[in-house]
């Protein structure tokens, strides 16, 4: 299926039966491909980059817990085909995870609007990340959520000097209150390089 095409359809579902059967193996053939799309920012930050078989995997999780059956899939494809780059881009999930509720809840009321601080850096060149716009992730008290979506619409330049590993390629995010980078290893810049077109 050519990237810019990339979409989970219903003839890609299994019934919940058959996933139940084959859950643990795909589970584990996806686990080597997760590690490579987890990138650490800084103490409390994790960028996932998502792809096809990441959000195949994830309805098909969806669909087998909550039991929605056939009613449930265009709900479930609706919200994650999205999540899925479409050739010239690429699409993380950003999680503060932070176990402690207090320490939580004081974090991020500090990080209003972070979620239009988080960019790529090719080289020299700063790719802005943007927030998927279903929803609303800093609230007017300034606190933002703990979960936040977005894209990095990358020019068919930015993809050639992705691909070229004399290039630094970092994730980073430069929030007042939240500043790190982190840089991308050769073989996880090779598996995000699936992503284009």
Do not use: W
């Amino acid at each position: 299926m050519p990237a810019a095409l990339r979409q989970v359809t219903s003839a890609d579902i299994l019934p919940d039966a058959e996933f139940a059967q084959v859950r643990r193996e795909r589970r584990a053939a996806l686990l080597p491909i997760k590690r490579l799309r987890r990138i650490e920012l800084g103490p409390v930050c994790t960028v996932y980059f998502e792809c096809y078989e990441t959000m195949l995997f994830q309805i098909q999780e969806m669909l087998l817990t909550e039991k929605g059956g056939a009613a449930q899939l265009p709900d479930e494809l609706a919200a994650y085909n999205p999540l899925i780059p479409q050739g010239s881009e690429l699409v993380a999930t950003v999680m503060f995870e932070i176990d402690d509720p207090v320490r939580r809840a004081a974090t991020l009321a500090r990080l209003g609007g972070v979620e239009d601080r988080f960019f790529i850096q090719v080289g020299a060149e700063r790719v802005m990340g943007v927030p998927e716009g279903d929803v609303e992730r800093t609230r007017e008290d300034g606190k933002t959520s703990s979960v936040h979506f977005l894209r990095f619409p990358l020019k068919p330049e930015h993809i050639a000097l992705f691909r070229d590993p004399a290039t630094a390629i970092h994730v980073g995010c430069e929030h007042e209150a939240y500043s790190h980078l982190a840089g991308l290893t050769p073989a996880t810049r090779a598996e995000l390089a699936r992503d284009f077109a």
